[in-house]
């Protein structure tokens, strides 16, 4: 085990200028900490394609940090995927996070279109034959929404690692025994490629419930009962966060977990908090002024 942890930071595509004034800020405030790799995600449909374009190209260009991005089987035909990924090469980028994407709201279940790549194994095995690209992908400890059951799940990461990902990164979770119960099932079943986890600081407690009702990630009934009474306290809702994620950092961390990958909501404040709470600072010297 490394004696400090792998890091890895996802962020979002801003619709607003505000909002992307807020993203840069997080950016710049998490860059210090040296991350493995910084991912930029794209929205349901392929509707944020050319912004998630913009934020990588200007990482790369304008930061030491090594950015992904994310791209999707939805709305596009494998020629257009194929153009995209073969335009995110030109630009120096290197990493992509491959996976089947999920519809534009309202518009019903995902549905794969007839001349587009149908699932996350095939785009995963498309962007191999466009160039080198290093792959990571989705994995689900409490098994995919969509799914028929834990073991088709699991074959499907299988199917996506066997077609050229090099890392799984999982849905956030609460609790760690599902995560590592997960891992050892995932590696019964072949998988050896590093399975890191996905975790969530809860800045917004409702909206985090929000999202983990619509990925299947469960809410411990210990965790709802931590922020009740608290919608007026943002302080005592950060701490508790703060608190709550160090912990499950550090049950991770003992367990030999070496990679810790955090989804921001391009919020910096927590992640830098929780990072400093398990002994991760500054990992890049400072320039002299």
Aim: charged share 25%.
């Amino acid at each position: 085990m490394r004696s400090a942890p792998r890091l890895s930071f996802e962020f979002f595509p801003p619709k607003t200028p505000e909002m992307e004034a807020k993203l840069w800020l997080a950016v710049k405030q998490l860059e210090p900490l040296a991350p493995h790799f910084v991912s930029v995600t794209y929205g349901a449909g392929g509707t944020t394609r050319e912004r998630t374009h913009e934020i990588v190209a200007r990482i790369r260009r304008e930061t030491p940090l090594e950015p992904a991005a994310h791209l999707t089987c939805v709305g596009a035909s494998r020629q257009e995927v194929d153009v995209v990924a073969l335009n995110y090469w030109q630009a120096g980028i290197r990493h992509i996070v491959a996976l089947r994407g999920d519809p534009p709201v309202g518009s019903g279940p995902y549905r794969p279109r007839g001349d587009g790549y149908e699932r996350a194994s095939d785009l995963v095995a498309g962007l191999a034959r466009v160039a080198n690209f290093e792959i990571s992908v989705a994995a689900y400890p409490e098994t995919h929404p969509e799914a028929t059951s834990p073991t088709t799940d699991l074959d499907n990461l299988k199917r996506k690692i066997d077609a050229g990902a090099r890392r799984a990164i999982t849905q956030f979770f609460f609790d760690t025994e599902i995560y590592l119960r997960f891992v050892d099932r995932a590696r019964a079943a072949g998988v050896t490629v590093p399975i890191v986890p996905g975790l969530l600081p809860i800045g917004n407690f409702a909206q985090v419930a929000k999202f983990a009702a619509a990925c299947g990630a469960s809410v411990p009934g210990w965790l709802v009962a931590q922020f009740e009474g608290l919608d007026d306290d943002a302080r005592a809702r950060a701490a508790i966060a703060v608190e709550i994620a160090a912990e499950q950092c550090r049950r991770l961390r003992g367990a030999g977990i070496d990679e810790l990958h955090f989804y921001t909501l391009n919020r910096a404040d927590l992640v830098l908090a929780i990072c400093d709470a398990i002994g991760v600072r500054q990992a890049l010297p400072v320039s002299g002024g």
